[in-house]
């Protein structure tokens, strides 16, 4: 009989790991070549892709069926991936194509290895990771305004070595940025006290500032569909950051590891015309340092927190977004594992 101590275990190691039946970005759109293969990891997984000859984006495991090299370290032969080690030929399917050093070969014409979904969608490349109750891949969750022509803007992405839980617990917490960003060119404004409110909404929720808005970080929104799960907040701008109001992000971010994660934030204004192009200049010019000092402030504090840390916190009123987070995933997990469960 599974214990209550085994079945928490279980959940914390899932969500340690990342939810299955969900999409992820993984990499921008220019980093997939048809002329090279692009390896990375995704749920502790290692996957490559790249572009076949009508220009589609494959991605299967990055694991060569015959001895297990690499074969993101290998070539791309007429839209199929080559293994460096032996020359095997694999295509976008999984599925072996050639064994050069021994024509005829009975590797040929075996399916091998798994392939995963993929959409390409606003400068960015979406993996679908399957799961017992979800095999097949839903709809792409996304934001509306990388849908809405009338909004315009930059994506940008790194890795962080810490545990992709930190970096959506930074997201749910609006109180830190009149702490950690308190010098930055946007987030250097407001009350250093107050007490926030939780929304909770169909496919979401949302935390927020009781006593301001609109001058700092005050509030994030996610979106948790059963295919993936986004979010976005607003950064006030002042006149002297252009046209367009106020700078919306949004921000979506992928396990990579026990330790290790890749966050993607898309930083948009809803502008058009002639100060569509102005506010772009301008932040190609002056912006985009500042966004990225903003940025690597939140890599640096949250890499320098021990694994551990969510084992000894000591959690009061400003956490209620974090928690409910956490509890979103955790009921997610425990989804996920009776579905598996009852499959075997």
């Not at 107050?194 to 509030?219: A, C, H, P, V, Y």
């Not at 002639?274 to 949250?302: A, C, G, K, P």
Request: with cysteine; charged share 25%; glycine share 8%.
């Amino acid at each position: 009989m599974v214990t209550d101590v085994e079945t928490r275990a279980r959940i914390e190691d899932r969500v340690n790991q990342g939810l299955r039946g969900q999409w992820y970005p993984v990499a921008k759109s220019v980093q997939i070549k048809s002329t090279r293969p692009y390896g990375t990891t995704l749920l502790d997984e290692r996957i490559v892709l790249w572009r076949d000859t009508d220009g589609q984006v494959k991605c299967i495991e990055d694991y060569c069926p015959h001895r297990g090299a690499p074969l993101s370290y290998g070539e791309i032969h007429e839209g199929n991936i080559g293994c460096r080690y032996h020359g095997v030929v694999v295509d976008g399917t999984g599925t072996v194509q050639r064994v050069p050093a021994m024509p005829d070969c009975a590797m040929e014409g075996r399916k091998a290895l798994r392939d995963f979904p993929v959409i390409e969608h606003s400068d960015a490349v979406f993996v679908y990771v399957p799961s017992v109750e979800r095999p097949e891949p839903p709809d792409l969750p996304l934001p509306d305004e990388l849908k809405d022509p009338a909004w315009t803007g930059f994506l940008c992405s790194s890795v962080w070595d810490v545990n992709y839980r930190y970096a959506l617990d930074n997201l749910a917490d609006p109180m830190h940025g009149c702490y950690l960003h308190a010098e930055s060119f946007t987030l250097a404004f407001g009350s250093k006290q107050d007490l926030l409110d939780l929304d909770r909404k169909e496919g979401g929720f949302r935390i927020s500032r009781r006593g301001q808005s609109g001058e700092n970080f005050d509030w994030s929104e996610f979106v948790v569909a059963d295919s993936g799960m986004f979010c976005f907040l607003d950064i006030p701008y002042p006149p002297a950051a252009g046209p367009g109001g106020h700078m919306r992000i949004l921000g979506y971010v992928s396990p990579m590891g026990p330790r290790r994660c890749k966050v993607f934030f898309w930083r948009m204004r809803e502008v058009e015309g002639f100060q569509r192009e102005s506010w772009r200049f301008l932040y190609r010019t002056l912006l985009e340092e500042r966004h990225w000092n903003v940025l690597e402030q939140d890599r640096v504090m949250l890499e320098g927190m021990p694994d551990t840390a969510r084992t000894r916190e000591m959690l009061y009123q400003h956490d209620i977004g974090v928690a409910h987070l956490r509890r979103a995933l955790n009921a997610a997990a425990k989804a996920q594992l009776a579905a598996e469960d009852a499959a075997q």
